[in-house]
């Protein structure tokens, strides 16, 4: 007798039935906690419109379990805002200060560090005739009164760094020197302190090409440099990772990563993998795309149902066991604040391998 045969399991390998049965029976006989994990994450839209004012280029701090945002861009003529922010639920915000001492709030480099916030360098006046840059250092430990701790740096005026906190000291990382885009303004110089006041020069010339408006984040013990480049007259994309595990000597990563070269974009250490958030790419596109890496090295990109508008120069931190978003500009500034929370056990794991990575696998 001629046994009948399912069309649809018949082009369907054996290997991809069998994980789609231990799926089903992980579903069927521990519904409460399947085998496979196989999710759609979304983000969620926290705040439409903040209290604060729509803006990019701003300077974001998680500080004493609240988000703290101070200043950033509204226009080319315009002064920046010199104001300063917080919410201990990222939907709520209070006014701490309407007008700060510190004067260059556009895309200057800001963090916590010893029990203090601090915010240093950054542009003032944007195109306006006394434009200029600044390598001063101011630090709070309320977010409400502000000491200048240094009026004039070691390192030079600059705008567009990174900075971040690594093996209990503060780094800062590249940056450009004026906005006018002249790429002879950029920096790969690599500075570090112990205190915030006094600085070291750790390397003059880094490995990784002169760049402003990077991201950078501590990951896996190490510091990591994503993207960044250059804007105006010289435009300038990077999609090269670098990581390096004492500040001075520098790994290449990757020269290319999958995603597309850009700046401004947002990186984060969050569940035990890199981030890469949004940001400005070729052709002068926004982008709203999310990926992932353990090792900076291999990348996924995360496909989520909701996801928040595209956009450059945006904030990107981890608050409270979730990624948030906020501000930002894409034709018009935002104020709006976006966050996404993964599942407990993301990211699903089958032998090391995602379920859907599994099935991609077998079906091809």
Known sequence: MRKATNPILAIIPIGTVAIFMLFVAGHT???????????????????????????????????KDRVWIFGGWLHPY??????????????????????????????????????????????????????????????????????????????????????????????????AENISGDASKLLNDVWHSDDGKNWTLATSSAPWAPRAYHSA???????????????????????????????????????????????????????????????????????????HSTDGSSWEKLDSGAVFPPRHAHNTFVFKDRIWVMAGLDGSLYNDVWSLQLPGDWPPQAGGRSLEKLISAALH
């Open 29 to 63: 006989f521990f519904s409460r906690r399947p085998i496979f994990v196989w999710s759609q994450s979304s983000w969620t839209k926290e705040v439409a419109k903040a209290s604060w004012m729509e803006r990019d280029a701003a300077s974001a701090i998680i500080f």
């Open 217 to 291: 984040t501590v990951h896996d013990g190490k510091i990591y440099i994503l993207g960044g480049g250059n804007w105006a007259k010289d435009i300038i994309l990077r999609n090269d990772v670098w990581s390096s595990d004492d500040g001075i000597h520098w790994n290449l990563v990757t020269e290319a990563a999958p995603w597309a070269p850009r700046m401004w974009s947002g990186a984060v250490s969050y569940r035990n993998n890199l981030w890469v958030i949004g940001g400005f790419s070729e052709g002068e596109i926004n982008l709203n795309d999310v990926w």
């Open 78 to 175: 315009l002064p920046s805002p010199r104001d300063a922010w917080s919410s201990d639920d990222g939907k709520s915000w209070r006014l701490e200060i309407e007008k700060s001492p510190w004067h260059n709030t556009y895309f200057s480099m800001a963090t916590s560090f010893q029990n203090r916030m601090w915010m240093m360098g950054g542009w003032y006046h944007n195109r306006l005739s006394d434009a200029s840059a600044s390598n001063e250092i101011w630090s709070s430990e309320n977010g409400r009164t502000w000491e200048r701790v240094s009026p004039h740096s070691s390192w030079s005026p600059r705008l567009g760094g990174a900075l971040v906190e690594f093996k209990g000291q503060l780094w800062l990382l590249g940056g």
